[in-house]
Structure formats: C-alpha cells, structure tokens
C-alpha cells in the first residue's frame, strides 16, 4: 500500500506541473518558468505539448504509463471510482502531449482492460471504463480550444527581455482552429515529417544490422555512425532510431534481437497464463499494473527507443518478482489449474 501510495502522489505531483505547463504557456508565461521547450509551445500548434519533467512528451508519456496503470487496475479490482477518476486525468495528461505513438499505447491498455473485465463479467465497469475515455478525450479537446481562446486575448504587447521570449504568437489563435489542427495532427500520422525520419532512421538501422548481423556495432553506437555515414542528415551522436526492434538489430545484431524477442515471447506468456482467481486481490492489481504497462512500453517501442529508461526496467523486475510469487494456468489455453 505505501508503494502504491508514493506512485499515486508522485504522479499527481506531475500532472499539477503538467496542467501549470499547459495554462502557464497559454497565458504567455515565458519558458524558463514552464520548461517548455520552444517547439512545444504554443507557437507551433496553437496550444502547448506537455512535457512534465521530461525531455520530451513521449518521455513523459512512458512514465505516466505507469500511475495510470496502477490506478486502472485499481479500479478493476476493487471498484472504487476515484481511482477511475484519478486514471481519467493521466489518459487527459497523455492526450495532451499529442504524441501518437503514446495514443496507440493508451489504445492497447484500454483493450486489455476491456478483456480483463469482460473476463471477470463486470460489463457494468466496462462502460465506466468507455465513459472515462471519452470524457478524457472531450477534456482534452476543450483544453486545446480554450488555450486558443485565451491565446486571442493575450496578444503581445509588452518589450520583454532579450534572453527570453513569450510563448504567445505575434498573431490572434483562432481558438475554433485547435482542434482543427490537433486533428490534422493525428491524421496525418503517415504522411508527415515527424513519421519520414521515423521511417528513414529505421530502414539505415536495418541497414546496418544487415551489414553487421552477428553482433551489430555495438550499444548506443547508431548515433555515432551515422553522424559519420550520413553527416548530411545526422549531426547528433546522440541519435536514436525511434523504433526499439531496429535499435537492437543495429547494435546488438541477430544475437540481441532474438534474445530480446524470445524474453518479449516469453512476458507476453507469463500474462496469457496468469491465472487471477487463484491469486490474492493485492497481487492481481500489482500483476494487471505492470502488465499494462508493459504493453504500453511494447507499442510505444515502435516509435521511438526507450529501452536504456531506466523505468521500463525497474517494472520489468517487479514483473519478474511478482511471476515468482504467482499462480499460473498449467497451460496457456487452458482454462483449467
């Protein structure tokens, strides 16, 4: 209880930061108080991309993963609406920092959270589940078109100083524009700039796995490379694929992938098998707690690289403990003990 307790506070603690992040830019705080980087403020879409503490909102995203999967399951397993209500605000706080690779990964945990309850035969929950998802997106589109509202009545107007700049364009936001473009934003997921390098950075990943196959060029050596191959479209050593299964071809080669996929194989069969009603309530809501978030990791895997976060591993251990701890299912498909 005390360690569900610290995950719970300290994910509320963000989301507060978060939603000051969001309401600070659109009334024109200045970054160096809301810590947003420029290219998630305002200026670029009309209304801010949380970023929380992270560098990144997809960063923000794999964390906040994790205190929305402890309070879902919470709910599933012992019906108390506030944590439905608190699981509600993270899927708001995801959705605000419009990256769609974490949409894809909220997707997927409230399927399996659909199975489980289903499963259970608590169809009633289903719908609570369904609703909450909809007013979170409802929420979020709200937010963005208020952030625009606001964003009209807050033209500059003031001389500030040199060393930092207001979020706010130098032109009114048509607030009716946001969601306009927020939509556009999520459309277009196959067809603009952001998925083009995902795709490039992905095929030269392959490509270098192909052409070191056995042990690939080492951990954390793509960047390195191809800021010398292709110094016309890299510069940074710091360079990641954006796509987990092609980072681990181009750096560990055949060995590390296919010891990385059978140990996805085999978390994937420890969830298939655990069996929920032979184990202690506490136990199921910390087993569906981190399988939710590990599903969430594997989607998120498929757009961008996170697995030196050290997170990820830290709830991949828990996971490992509580299968010690667990009883299984004899087989995968059967129903029987």
């Known amino acids: 209880k005390v360690y569900k307790n610290i995950i719970i506070i300290s994910g509320l603690v963000v989301a507060a930061f978060c939603l000051y992040q969001f309401f600070g830019d659109s009334f024109g705080i200045l970054n160096k108080y809301t810590l947003l980087l420029s290219r998630y403020t305002k200026e670029i879409f009309g209304f801010p991309r949380i970023q929380g503490?992270?560098?990144?909102?997809?960063?923000?995203?794999?964390?906040?993963?994790?205190?929305?999967?402890?309070?879902?399951?919470?709910?599933?397993?012992?019906?108390k609406k506030y944590m439905l209500f608190i699981s509600g605000l993270f899927s708001l706080l995801v959705l605000l920092t419009v990256a769609r690779g974490a949409y894809l990964a909220l997707l997927g945990i409230v399927v399996f959270a659909i199975f489980i309850l289903a499963k259970k035969h608590q169809y009633i929950e289903i719908i609570?589940?369904?609703?909450?998802g909809l007013i979170s997106i409802l929420a979020m589109l709200g937010l963005v078109s208020l952030s625009g509202s606001i964003g009209s009545h807050n033209l500059k107007t003031t001389i500030v100083n040199q060393n930092s700049e207001p979020n706010l364009p130098d032109q009114t936001v048509n607030s009716s524009g946001n969601a306009n473009r927020l939509i556009h934003h999520i459309d277009s997921f196959g067809s603009d700039q952001s998925f083009a390098d995902r795709v490039r950075t992905a095929r030269v990943a392959t490509t270098l796995g192909i052409n070191h196959p056995i042990l690939g060029v080492?951990?954390?050596?793509?960047?390195?490379?191809?800021?010398?191959?292709?110094?016309?479209?890299?510069?940074?050593?710091?360079?990641?694929?954006?796509?987990?299964?092609?980072?681990?071809?181009?750096?560990?080669?055949?060995?590390?992938?296919i010891l990385f996929i059978i140990f996805i194989i085999w978390l994937a069969s420890q969830i298939i098998k655990y069996d929920l009603n032979k184990n202690k309530k506490e136990n199921n809501i910390w087993f569906y707690t981190i399988s939710f978030?590990?599903?969430?990791f594997a989607i998120q895997w498929q757009t961008f690289s996170t697995l030196y976060i050290t997170h990820i591993w830290v709830m991949i251990g828990i996971f490992i403990y509580l299968v010690s701890n667990s009883k299984f299912k004899k087989r995968i498909f059967d129903g029987k003990s």
């Open 128 to 132: 609570y589940v369904l609703a909450t």
């Open 293 to 296: 978030s590990i599903i969430a």
């Open 53 to 79: 503490f992270s560098l990144e909102p997809l960063y923000l995203t794999s964390y906040l993963f994790i205190p929305l999967s402890l309070t879902l399951s919470s709910y599933i397993f012992t019906k």
């Open 218 to 257: 080492g951990p954390g050596n793509f960047g390195r490379y191809v800021v010398e191959k292709y110094p016309n479209n890299y510069s940074d050593t710091n360079q990641i694929v954006n796509n987990e299964p092609a980072e681990i071809f181009a750096e560990t080669g055949l060995i590390g992938l």
